[in-house]
């Protein structure tokens, strides 16, 4: 993903930046990907177009961008939880309520988004990319509860990319319930309790 060429340090280059995907995530949501245009969003991020192009490269880098807003926040939230065994139930729960419960608008942004890449080949790549990311993590956050909680023991770390992969699709399955307006506590608790089930589950 591209990043700001400014400074690391510079407060306004990041300020302007996070006003572009604010802009982004409420065209997006109104018009959708399709119909949201550049010009539009800088508009009403209250920048030029060529300024825009400063911080996003393109329309795909922007949705992917605005799909992935959380991403470092949620990634320092992470840290939190799974730190005892003894509190896993709890931490899944908190973990779902922190970073897993997301607005719907932004999860219909994102399925119009996967909709659109199956035309569109340059979405495509940067969702992909994007999932490639996700799956990063996902794996480095099973390995290091493998090792801090002592679960998943009989999984070796060259398999738990696999597992990860499920998870992401329970997680879309999931995803795809709470947009069709599903019984959001219904969908918590299942959530919870597969996801309990699989941390501590034996592979035999």
């Known amino acids: 993903m591209k990043t700001s060429r400014a400074s690391p340090a510079a407060k306004p280059g990041k300020t302007v ?11 997006f949501s109104k018009k959708g990907y399709t119909n949201a245009s550049m010009d539009d969003i800088a508009k009403s991020a209250k920048i030029s177009k060529g300024g825009m192009y ?16 959380d991403a470092e926040t949620n990634m320092e939230k992470q840290s939190q939880f799974f730190k005892n065994k003894k509190d896993l139930l709890d931490d899944i729960g ?23 890449a199956m035309h569109n ?20 956050m099973l390995r290091q509860m493998k090792k801090d909680l002592g679960v998943l023991q009989d999984y070796s770390d060259s398999e738990l990319p696999e597992l990860s992969r499920g998870i992401l699709d329970l997680y879309k399955g999931m995803t795809l319930s709470r947009i069709m ?3 959001p506590e219904l969908i918590r608790k299942s959530w919870i309790k597969t996801m309990y089930l699989i941390l501590t589950s034996n592979k035999q």
């Open 121 to 140: 080949p340059k979405l495509k790549k940067m969702l992909d990319l994007g999932r490639q990311q996700v799956e990063q993590v996902s794996v480095g």
């Open 54 to 69: 400063h911080y996003f490269g393109s329309k795909e880098e922007l949705f992917l961008a605005v799909i992935f807003q």
């Open 94 to 116: 908190k973990y779902y309520d922190e970073i897993i419960d997301k607005p719907h608008d932004l999860i219909r942004i994102w399925l119009e988004g996967v909709t659109e």
């Open 181 to 183: 307006e599903d019984d």
């Open 17 to 27: 930046r996070d006003r572009i995907i604010k802009s982004a995530t409420r065209n």
